[in-house]
């Protein structure tokens, strides 16, 4: 181990590359650790697939591991109401549901922190399901959309903050056309989505997707590839319009030029 430990420090920077062998997305895990610790970072299971893992558990009869589930939820909870476990630490901090379509209150909840964007709003006596697309945690109130796929739920423009990039600080091409095509996505079980990088003077980036996708999060991490190497990835703190905000203000203006047409043509002599 020591030997192998000296030959590692000698590497260059190491890449992070996309999981293709049924694992967990091994690289949204890592895609904020330092080189410093990548090139001191062993995978024992690296070059071997899930189903051969666990044939191998087979044979050595851990029957017990092979039975178990993979987690879906909150990691080492265990199943059990979210919010009934969220509220064992934080205070109820009560506000309102409002549809997005007309600012009328449809219901209360009990914490912006309960919910994220894109989750169903949980609300009895409604007669059809309301999504939460945004949150205003100082008023306290969940803006919500009445179906899963509302346009209010779609954007394709993000910010985030000082991007951590893993083999290249930032890299040749983005320092120098400021501009980058890559690929992107925010959640492990999402297919990658072609984009443009911006890089700004602070390092952070804009991204803009060549398609909207739903429920884009503030808070949740946009991690970028090129091809199969997982490139670094950077916290989103902004999020640009929604489709549904830019159609409105879209038919607001096509609604003023009618408008000033009107005027236009009641002011013109009579012919």
């Given at each position: 181990?020591?030997?192998?430990?000296?030959?590692?420090?000698?590497?260059?920077?190491?890449?992070?590359?996309?999981?293709?062998?049924?694992?967990?997305?091994?690289?949204?895990?890592?895609?904020?650790?330092?080189?410093?610790?990548?090139?001191?970072?062993?995978?024992?299971?690296?070059?071997?697939?899930?189903?051969?893992?666990?044939?191998?558990?087979?044979?050595?009869?851990?029957?017990?591991?092979?039975?178990?589930?993979?987690?879906?939820?909150?990691?080492?909870i265990g199943e059990r109401n979210f919010e009934n476990f969220i509220l064992e630490y934080l205070e109820p901090r009560p506000g309102n549901f409002i549809s997005i379509e007309d600012n009328k209150v449809i219901g209360t909840h009990k914490g912006c922190f309960l919910y994220t964007i894109g989750q169903r709003a949980k609300q009895s006596g409604l007669s059809k399901a309301?999504?939460?697309?945004?949150?205003?945690?100082?008023?306290?109130?969940?803006?919500?959309?009445?179906?899963?796929?509302?346009?209010?739920?779609?954007?394709?423009?993000?910010?985030?903050?000082?991007?951590?990039?893993?083999?290249?600080?930032?890299?040749?091409?983005?320092?120098?056309?400021?501009?980058?095509?890559?690929?992107?996505?925010?959640?492990?079980?999402?297919?990658?989505?072609?984009?443009?990088?911006?890089?700004?003077?602070?390092?952070?980036?804009?991204?803009?997707?060549?398609?909207?996708?739903?429920?884009?999060?503030?808070?949740?991490?946009?991690?970028?590839?090129?091809?199969?190497?997982?490139?670094?990835?950077?916290?989103?703190?902004?999020?640009?319009?929604?489709?549904?905000?830019?159609?409105?203000?879209?038919?607001?203006?096509?609604?003023?030029?009618?408008?000033?047409?009107?005027?236009?043509?009641?002011?013109?002599?009579?012919?």
């Amino acid at each position: 181990m020591q030997g192998l430990h000296w030959k590692m420090k000698k590497f260059s920077n190491r890449n992070i590359l996309k999981d293709h062998k049924g694992f967990s997305e091994t690289d949204l895990k890592l895609e904020m650790i330092s080189q410093d610790a990548l090139r001191r970072t062993i995978f024992p299971l690296g070059g071997l697939t899930k189903d051969f893992v666990k044939k191998i558990a087979a044979e050595h009869e851990f029957h017990h591991v092979l039975k178990r589930k993979e987690s879906m939820g909150i990691c080492f909870i265990g199943e059990r109401n979210f919010e009934n476990f969220i509220l064992e630490y934080l205070e109820p901090r009560p506000g309102n549901f409002i549809s997005i379509e007309d600012n009328k209150v449809i219901g209360t909840h009990k914490g912006c922190f309960l919910y994220t964007i894109g989750q169903r709003a949980k609300q009895s006596g409604l007669s059809k399901a309301w999504f939460v697309v945004d949150k205003d945690v100082t008023s306290g109130n969940i803006f919500v959309a009445p179906s899963t796929d509302h346009p209010a739920l779609y954007r394709d423009l993000l910010r985030t903050n000082r991007v951590h990039w893993i083999a290249e600080e930032p890299p040749a091409e983005l320092i120098r056309d400021k501009m980058m095509e890559c690929t992107f996505r925010f959640q492990h079980q999402m297919a990658l989505v072609p984009s443009m990088l911006t890089l700004n003077q602070d390092g952070t980036v804009w991204v803009t997707l060549v398609k909207p996708i739903r429920a884009l999060t503030p808070g949740q991490f946009a991690v970028f590839y090129k091809g199969d190497e997982c490139l670094g990835s950077g916290k989103i703190m902004r999020l640009g319009p929604s489709v549904y905000t830019l159609q409105q203000g879209k038919s607001r203006e096509q609604d003023s030029r009618h408008l000033l047409a009107e005027e236009i043509k009641k002011l013109e002599p009579a012919t």
